[in-house]
């Protein structure tokens, strides 16, 4: 009966899907490219050794493919793995990292009965994985009645989800019921998940794989050369809401810093030309990335994804947006781990243990508004004791956390080998 009402509301807000991805692509085209996976009609052969496992990974969107990308890797050298996303920038972004490796990727099916059933049928997998947090109850009932095991990685559930998730236990608490195995990021959330339903022998706290982050090979990007040879300051993954508080400030910082330039790195690129035109508003002179840069503007707005490693290791110090607005906020970790001296907003509930760890130690700044945003910019800017101290700093929180890849996919591994008996 759950079930039913669960997917008779799903297919009432099935036509509000199709009108939101066309809508969506309007500003991106690759939300209607290979659109009937969303029906769970793939349409593709599965080139797989016939020897192996499969297992199903799904990693939601870009933040979710970058962090979950050598758990993916590490299961691929044991089982054949079937990647789903469900955004076209975690689409690109899985292409980019698996390009060379034997994964097949694709969107994920919504999660009404018959599309999910449909794919499940169609790749036959031995193992399901998700990351962090994605609970779909026509999917994990189906996989229940067939048999197939599955694991939540690198599990989180804000307090926000979990009020949520409350709010809906009457349609959600047995899918929590149905998990194999929760490998929760901390206490905290492994006590969310068991009130939730999750069966007390079936979740261990393993900590977060993004603190096993390694150093890639450097990239060079002469398209932007030109701006970022000179000193300035970088506003990450920035949200709509976001750029008007991080502009404000950055005229501030001008009055102390007037040689300091910007560059804002927009969530979703497709927003670049709204940046543009209220960077304009302030009477600032700016470039998008994609169009010719003028290397004498003050403002960089990056209208493309990956490059935030290479401007992470440039900056004077960074903003990572998602977080000023109740987003849930952005990893991180990278910036920590690449010697980014960086400034949060309040808003971090989607990393609030990692969040947590780096305000108690000093390890990050932390900004409400446009006066107090500027204020840390200028700092931070200011003081190289300063900015030496938070980088020490949050070194050793990366190093003390290290370790829960090889936990998480242990786990996986000995599970999938148990299914194979």
């Known amino acids: 009966m759950k079930l039913f009402l669960y997917n008779l509301l799903f297919l009432i807000l099935i036509p509000f899907f199709v009108i939101r991805i066309i809508f969506k692509s309007i500003f991106d085209s690759d939300y209607r490219i290979n659109f009937l996976q969303r029906f769970g009609i793939l349409n593709k052969n599965l080139n797989f050794n016939s020897n192996n496992k499969i297992i199903w990974f799904h990693a939601v969107s870009l933040g979710e493919v970058i962090g ?41 099916p919504w999660d009404f009965y018959i599309f999910a059933l449909i794919f499940i049928n169609d790749i036959k997998p031995n193992l399901i994985v998700i990351f962090e947090t994605e609970i779909w109850p026509s999917i994990i009932n189906i996989a229940t009645k067939k048999d197939i095991p599955i694991i939540l990685s690198n599990g989180r559930i804000s307090k926000k989800s979990y009020n949520s998730y409350k709010r809906f236990n009457y349609l959600v608490n047995n899918s929590f019921n149905k998990l194999s195995l929760v490998l929760a ?65 950055y005229k501030t910082v ?27 508003k302030y009477s600032l002179q700016t470039s998008i990335e994609t169009k010719q840069i003028d290397s004498n503007s003050q403002v960089l707005i990056v209208n493309s994804i990956g490059k935030l490693p290479y ?51 000093s390890s ?23 900015v030496f101290s938070m980088i020490r700093s949050a070194n050793d929180i ?24």
């Open 185 to 249: 990021q901390s206490d905290s959330h492994k006590s969310r998940f068991q009130a939730l339903g999750v069966k007390k022998e079936a979740i261990q706290t393993s900590g977060s794989v993004k603190f096993d982050i390694t150093a890639s090979s450097s990239h060079y990007f002469p398209e932007i050369d030109s701006f970022t040879k000179n000193k300035y300051i970088l506003a990450a993954s920035t949200h709509k809401g976001e750029d008007k508080t991080v502009l404000a400030a």
């Open 68 to 108: 979950s990308q050598r758990i993916v890797k590490a299961l691929s050298k044991e089982a054949n793995i079937f990647l789903t996303v469900s955004t076209p920038t975690g689409l690109r972004k899985a292409k980019e990292i698996f390009k060379k490796d034997n994964i097949e990727i694709s969107y994920a």
């Open 254 to 280: 001008l009055d102390s810093f007037p040689d300091i330039r910007l560059v804002i790195v927009p969530r979703h690129p497709e927003r670049s030309a709204e940046v543009n035109n209220l960077a304009k």
């Open 398 to 421: 990366i190093d003390r956390n290290k370790g829960s890849l090889e936990k998480q996919v242990s786990a996986i591994i000995q599970i999938l080998k148990r299914e194979a008996k």
């Open 311 to 361: 401007l992470y290791q440039s900056a004077e110090a960074a903003f990572v947006g998602g977080s000023l607005i109740p987003r849930g906020g952005h990893n991180i970790i990278e910036p920590a781990f690449l010697g980014c001296p960086f400034i949060i907003g309040p808003h971090m509930f989607n990393f609030e243990s990692i969040a947590d760890e780096f305000i108690n130690s």
């Open 364 to 386: 990050c700044k932390v900004a409400t508004d446009e006066k107090s945003l500027s204020t840390e910019f200028i700092n931070i800017l200011s003081s190289n004791d300063n």
